[in-house]
């Protein structure tokens, strides 16, 4: 008897932390539902060491907007000095603007001489960041760092 009494309360307690739960992740499917959208300007240098800056503007289909400061800093076998004019990023994954600032973990390859592109997907937890862009420069190498996305 105490077994099948045991038995049933635990699961009514399943039962009842399902019912609790299912709102809640379904309610924080449907935040995560905003897209953001990056547009920037960004100039720099590598020689082992790659360090960028520049500045852009995000915003977001909830309305919301921001001007941002960019910077990237890496280490790899790089050289080369860049700029890239009117790059474009895609920002999924956010329930809000405030899901966009912070660091994205970076790799990629570049090659190019004074006509240059890039493409690159990056990561920030769940939050994921697809940049693409093209601009003068010459630059040569691969490498991993950092890009980061500050609010102004």
């Known amino acids: 008897m ?5 038995g049933m309360a635990a699961l009514t307690l399943v039962f009842a932390g399902a ?5 809640v992740a379904r309610v924080q499917a449907a935040e995560a539902d905003v897209e953001c959208h990056l547009s920037f300007s960004l100039a720099g240098w590598s020689a082992i ?7 852009g503007t995000v915003s977001c289909s909830n309305g919301q907007r921001a ?10 076998l ?5 700029r890239i004019d009117n790059g474009k990023g895609e920002i999924t994954h956010v329930r809000s603007i405030d899901d966009v600032f912070g660091d994205y ?3 990629g390859a570049e090659a190019g001489v004074v006509k240059s592109g890039q493409a690159q997907v990056l990561t920030k ?4 960041l697809a940049l693409h862009g093209s601009g003068e420069g ?3 190498g691969v490498s991993v760092g950092q890009f980061t996305i500050t609010r102004m």
């Not at 001007?67 to 790899?76: L, P």
């Not at 790089?78 to 860049?82: H, I, L, N, R």
């Not at 937890?125 to 994921?128: A, I, L, M, N």
């Open 19 to 23: 019912l609790t739960t299912a709102p």
């Open 78 to 82: 790089t050289a080369g000095k860049f």
């Open 67 to 76: 001007n941002v400061k960019i910077s990237t800093v890496g280490g790899g």
């Open 105 to 107: 973990a970076q790799a």
């Open 125 to 128: 937890g769940t939050t994921s």
């Open 2 to 6: 105490i077994k099948r009494t045991f």
């Open 138 to 140: 010459i630059d040569l």
């Open 49 to 55: 060491y790659k360090h960028a800056e520049g500045s």
